[in-house]
Structure formats: structure tokens, C-alpha cells
């Protein structure tokens, strides 16, 4: 069994070069904050241009590319471990912004001055705290990054979904917390109807509303993320992990999975084994060369900074 890297932090760096990141995925929730330059993102199919000044929020399950437009585009990268994020910060407002998705978001936005000159300071603490490498130094990390949370929630409400909290609103967080301690589980709506003791319809219809996804497809893209850590982290065989991750028979897993992330179960453990890393998901070796990034920190998380 290879080991897992015991880190609540995937990574903390940042980047100078202007390479073309190609679609992918993260097992992590990511935060981007441009200081320099300017690119275009591709989200879910949809581009946006951002620029100097710009802090952009994605999830574990939104496939994304990123393209330069500058030659100069430096930038500042957070991925941090959804489940321990989720339990941090411990607020219902502050994670809606990585965990709903309703037609009004917006994954990016610009920073004023003052709170463009804030975010770099807290980036730079996380940079030089987990730096470190001593006990608390992934907390000091994790307390940044939510002091981050709280200030832009104080300047720009609005862009929390959870925001303006209402019974829908409510609902829909009570039933996606259940869904994330349950996703493993045989669950239908019949079932989450009879827990909530809501209606099938009103469930579909409001958490569709409020996350983006329908239940059927949040429970499918968590049990892939969690099946992408079964195959990193350990040996067992693809049908072992399709029935460990919830799926119901092997063909099921590999055709959701495939769907997903355009890779076979099979294909995608060679892949990430034959680079030596896992750059997708809870961490990376340490010591060894990340995407052209030094490792900065020990093991139990990672800086990177590029070393192009």
C-alpha cells in the first residue's frame, strides 16, 4: 500500500510561469489570487477573464483549465482538503462559497485595494507559516485563510450564496451536510424524503436551486472523489473500490467515472503511479519535483514555489 501524506493542506504556492494548464481536477477545494498579469479561466465551460487583483473560488468537482493572456501572470494557489476545511471553519455562509453553485455565482471577483493588499498578506503568512513545518503550522494556515473568508464576507456579502440565509437556503445545507456524511450509503430521495420529511420534489427542486447539482449528481461526484483517493492510496482492485465507493457494480463506476473525468479508473492510477505523484488529489510525495515546483515544506501538506 503506498502511503498516504497525513496533510490537511494539499498545496500552498506560488506561481510565475505562463504555461497553459489544461483541463483537470482537483480532489480539493482551490483558491486563486492573481497579483500580477492577467488569464482567462475556463470553468465547467464557461470563460471568464481575470485580472491583477482578482481571487477566484473552485471546487473539488468543477473541471477547469486556465490560459495566460500576460506574459507576466504570477498568482497565489490554495488547495485545501474539503472535509477538514468543512469542519475548520465550521459555517454554514463562509464554505457555501466552495460548496453551492446556483445559477447567480460567480467563481471570481475583484478585490478593492485594501482588501487586494489584505489578501496578500494572509497569502504570505500561509506561505511563511507552513514554511515552518512545526505543530500548529497547517492550523496557522487553515486560521489565515478563514480570517481571508471573514473579511470578504464583511465587504462583499453578496457573493456568499449562503449569505442571505432563508428556509430554502437552510434546507438545502441541512440535506448536502447529510449527503457528505452519508454519500457512501444506498440513498435515495424516497430516503432523504422520509429523513427531511419533505416532499422528492421539493427536495430535487431546492437543491438544485441552491448547490447546482441534483442530488443524483452530488452523491455520484463525491463517491468519485473519494474512489480517486482509493485509487491512489492504496492497492485494492477496481472493483473493491467501485463497491467501497458506493457503486453498485464495476461497469457503473467505470462508466461514471470516465464520464467524469474522461479517464478510465484503471488509466488514471498508472497515470498519476508513473509521475510519482498525486497531484489531484490529498497531496504529493515528498521530495520529489512537483510540476516544476520545489517543495517547500514537510511532510503533512506542501508549499510549492516554481522554480521555471
Known sequence: MRSQVNGEI????????NETLTHHFHNGYEMVFVTEGSSEFTINDTKQLYTKGTIIFINQFE????????QNYVRYVAILDPDYFDRFVGDQILCSIFKQRPNSFQHGFQLSKEDEEFALDVFLRCEQEY?????YAEMSVFSNILLLLIRLYRVL?????S???NHVIATSASIQKYLDNYFLEDLTLEDLSKHFHLSTFYIMDIFKQV???TVKQYIILKRI???KNQLFYTDKDISQIAIDSGFNSVSNFIRAFQKHEQITPLRYRKTIVERGYYCEASGAQCGREVSGARLLGKQGGGIYRRQI
Open 211 to 213: 448547490t447546482g447539482y
Open 157 to 161: 456579502p453578496s457573493r456568499f450564496p
Open 10 to 17: 494539499l498545496k500552498v504556492y506560488r506561481a510565475d510561469d
Open 131 to 135: 514554511a515552518k513545518g512545526d505543530r
Open 225 to 227: 472523489s473519494f474512489a
Open 163 to 165: 449569505a442571505s440565509t
Open 63 to 70: 473541471q477547469h483549465r486556465m490560459k495566460p493572456l500576460t
